[in-house]
């Protein structure tokens, strides 16, 4: 491996073989310094073909060297330097970390970052310019805190952290160990609930937390509302998309995969290893079991159980949704059929 | 009522049953500091109880304090100390307050804020770090301007409005008395309008306003485009939810609640009083009647009438919907047989 | 046309009737200084009336001048002046830029701004307060750069782009001439991309980049991911409206509109000239052939060949939706009878 001035590094097709246990066809010295998909792969480029729909490509295009699953090895085409391997897509991820280095981090506080009184920061923190650290926040070691970023009064955020540009963290809000919230993210705001009194909709106040566990990560743009008494949870390892609206008192549990513009109601639960594809909607305080999933755009109206498919609007099992939407459109199809029996008949 | 420093204050169960008009049931000097769902409500907690659904948590929680309906007073179990009260929730947000002491505010204008020339900024007015406010920007007595927050020239903002940090409102809009702006909300960006001419699609110019009412709350995120020619106008009293969508030249009435992720086209008009749940989504140019609800994800394609329910897609009168989701539910089951009947008959 | 102080413009009759190419019917000197839809124009405004529908508004309002097409010119009611014009209300867009002026730019770097080392700044480029500037940029002529945004390293703006407030760019991200960002875009976070393993999701390093061609316009809040290998694109000429999802490695070609609340799976392909109205939802990897169309809240689960329209879920061709919309509502109103029919013959 070779790192040469300005982060640009290279690796050999040795290198790579002996990186992803694989084994080299054609020059071993062979030299790439980046990665790109087969269709407009160059010379200095690393590639991957793991399926025979994309092998024509080969014809044409000449990649430095080319991960090749073993069924495919033999594929004719141009590239001089092959190396076989069994998941070729799971090792050029693997390999990406060595060609790419992570842009270099400049640990300490940027002189224009305005750190509020009392204020704890670890070892090793990063805070970049024009943040602003609430009073009494605590900051763990080895945190990045990007520019623009506004943290409330007494917010905790766990080591190794990364916020990206203009995250907002509202007080009462704490973020375990590894969390990275993208540009734009709001943790904590008020959720939405009022009383409607004197004529007008009352605002309730907002005193529970947001509480955000470790290894959690989440898209630009997304919302999580601070609970009302109760908390807003975010389980462990929990990953959730851009653009997503979690409403307060919601529960996520572990390991969930949140997609993108999804929206929870006031006080949902959803469990544990749960998949919720882009744009579905759930209904306030619907409970949604361990390891279920909801399909994309799916109206949630009812509990789900744990490890069932559901998808439509309204939400049912997804062998049900396939079933309806299957019939009515040989519905629309033999209506006139129908309506001519049912008029013979009457 | 004891309020010790560091912000924490607490209360006796003689001060909530005065606060509440509630009435003792144990000890009147038992005291509580905080305010918790009653599945985790410790010692120092006031709580309460309204459903039979969760009265047998009673019998392994202990809260200091619980505030419970008539009809439940007397379920059996640990806490001490009861307050009986007709509505034991709407009691506990009413002493909220009195529990949780509003964040310091801190007027002033923060070292770092640029105030642009001729802006004219009221007494008693808190202006956080690196805020900018453009020029002639015009700011009430009691408002609360958060860090990073960007007001345009011109901007007017009335009294006791709190725009929390990253808010953007743009040049040419106007906010009333009491506004409630959250993290990350775009008010008075251009709209969405172009014509197509010469090969591309040409940008119209935005000139008109958008005008927020009194008493407006807006959830984080939140976008609010500013009108073509005509205004964007938000009537007062309405709250608005996270992540919504307001297109150029809508008017929202007086009261509405618009929930997370609802988007309007432009030109739609919602009257007053409406409730649109989240992910409605409304097309360009309708009119929904004063009184009118929309169920979650609805697609409105056409006028509601005033006071009607409507939900699905395209959106129908709620009861029309229903029939033809259980319709659609019972035609799935009895495919088949219809299909051989046809097929029999003809 | 006369231009006072303070930025006010005026135009008289013959101004506009100059500059559309119509025709005065009255006063030839009777002088406008804004525009204002016809429900509310005064004497001072300049308004236009295209359709039959709004005609009685004349009779109560005195606009300063009235563009009208020919067929409604001798329509009854009070302005004195009217311009007669093929084509009303595009005549009053071009007329915008005369009496609206631009807001004054203020070219130079705001002595908040943070430029990163080695960053190339264009000719008449102007930065506002707090803005940031990542190392090695590079900033076209003519480019406004408004408050608070952040841009990463090494991106790449073209000339007379316009980034509104709290715009994010991250690191390898390039954007074209004349592209506009409004308030709150984030540009090139991470997509959403992990591999289940070892008991977690990993995160996919992503080391594509975000590609934004000339004279495309994105919305406030809009989000678009970087790629993960491949790169993600958005084609010349697109318009993105607000609080749009595009996924990573999406590419999006030529002179497409793309709607509010939009969202696009990762890897999707759009066509040029391709219109997808508000809320439609497109999952990964499916292609979406040249000029296609989906309506509102589509939910797209396969491909659309060039030019077809496709609407409702799961999105099929426009007139299938409205067919099998119809029979749905049919059945539920004669399901009673189906059933009896059924259950007499079996």
Redesign the interface.
Same mark, same amino acid.
């Given at each position: 491996m070779v790192s040469s001035g300005e982060g640009v590094r290279t690796l050999t097709a040795a290198d790579i073989a002996a990186a992803v246990n694989g084994e080299v066809r054609g020059d071993p010295t062979a030299r790439v310094g980046s990665?790109?998909?087969l269709y407009r792969a160059g010379a200095s480029d690393l590639t991957f073909l793991a399926t025979p729909r994309y092998a024509p490509l080969l014809a044409s295009r000449t990649p430095g060297v080319l991960l090749v699953s073993p069924a495919l090895a033999d594929t004719p085409g141009q590239p001089a330097c092959r190396v076989v391997v069994e998941k070729p897509q /799971?090792a050029?991820?693997s390999l990406? +970390?060595l060609?790419?280095r992570q842009?270099p981090r400049v640990p300490g506080i940027h002189a224009?970052a305005?750190i509020g009184w009392g204020a704890e920061i670890g070892e090793d923190v990063s805070i970049? +310019?024009?943040a602003?650290v609430g009073r009494q926040a605590r900051i763990g070691n080895g945190v990045t805190i %990007?520019?623009?970023v506004?943290l409330g %009064?007494g917010v905790v955020v766990g080591r190794h952290c990364h916020l990206?540009?203009?995250v907002?963290v509202?007080?009462g809000s704490s973020l375990g160990d590894r969390v990275i919230a993208?540009?734009?993210v709001?943790i904590g705001?008020?959720g939405?609930g009022?009383?409607f009194a004197d004529g007008?909709?009352q605002?309730? +106040?907002h005193?529970g937390r947001c509480v955000i566990h470790d290894?959690v /990560?989440i898209?630009?743009?997304t919302?999580i509302?601070r609970g009302s008494? %109760?908390d807003t949870v975010i389980g462990a390892?929990t990953?959730i %998309?851009?653009?997503v609206?979690v409403?307060h008192n919601v529960r996520i549990g572990k390991?969930c995969?949140i997609?993108?513009?999804v929206?929870l109601?006031g006080s949902v639960r959803v469990g544990d290893g749960c998949i919720l594809a882009?744009?579905v909607?759930v209904?306030g305080h619907l409970e949604i079991g361990d390891g279920a999933r909801v399909g994309?755009?799916g109206?949630v109206?009812g509990d789900i159980p744990p490890g069932e498919t559901w998808s439509?609007? +309204?939400a049912?099992p997804h062998r /049900?949704s396939l079933?309806?939407?299957?019939?009515?459109?040989?519905?629309?199809g033999?209506?006139k059929?129908?309506?001519r029996?049912?008029s013979e008949? /009457?």
């Amino acid at each position: 491996m070779v790192s040469s001035g300005e982060g640009v590094r290279t690796l050999t097709a040795a290198d790579i073989a002996a990186a992803v246990n694989g084994e080299v066809r054609g020059d071993p010295t062979a030299r790439v310094g980046s990665v790109a998909p087969l269709y407009r792969a160059g010379a200095s480029d690393l590639t991957f073909l793991a399926t025979p729909r994309y092998a024509p490509l080969l014809a044409s295009r000449t990649p430095g060297v080319l991960l090749v699953s073993p069924a495919l090895a033999d594929t004719p085409g141009q590239p001089a330097c092959r190396v076989v391997v069994e998941k070729p897509q /799971e090792a050029l991820l693997s390999l990406l +970390p060595l060609l790419y280095r992570q842009p270099p981090r400049v640990p300490g506080i940027h002189a224009t970052a305005v750190i509020g009184w009392g204020a704890e920061i670890g070892e090793d923190v990063s805070i970049g +310019p024009y943040a602003v650290v609430g009073r009494q926040a605590r900051i763990g070691n080895g945190v990045t805190i %990007d520019a623009h970023v506004v943290l409330g %009064d007494g917010v905790v955020v766990g080591r190794h952290c990364h916020l990206l540009p203009h995250v907002t963290v509202y007080a009462g809000s704490s973020l375990g160990d590894r969390v990275i919230a993208h540009s734009g993210v709001r943790i904590g705001a008020d959720g939405y609930g009022y009383v409607f009194a004197d004529g007008a909709h009352q605002k309730i +106040p907002h005193v529970g937390r947001c509480v955000i566990h470790d290894d959690v /990560e989440i898209g630009a743009n997304t919302t999580i509302d601070r609970g009302s008494i %109760d908390d807003t949870v975010i389980g462990a390892g929990t990953k959730i %998309d851009n653009l997503v609206q979690v409403g307060h008192n919601v529960r996520i549990g572990k390991l969930c995969l949140i997609m993108s513009q999804v929206g929870l109601a006031g006080s949902v639960r959803v469990g544990d290893g749960c998949i919720l594809a882009g744009q579905v909607g759930v209904s306030g305080h619907l409970e949604i079991g361990d390891g279920a999933r909801v399909g994309a755009q799916g109206g949630v109206i009812g509990d789900i159980p744990p490890g069932e498919t559901w998808s439509g609007y +309204p939400a049912r099992p997804h062998r /049900e949704s396939l079933r309806a939407s299957a019939a009515l459109l040989k519905l629309a199809g033999m209506m006139k059929r129908l309506e001519r029996m049912l008029s013979e008949r /009457e």
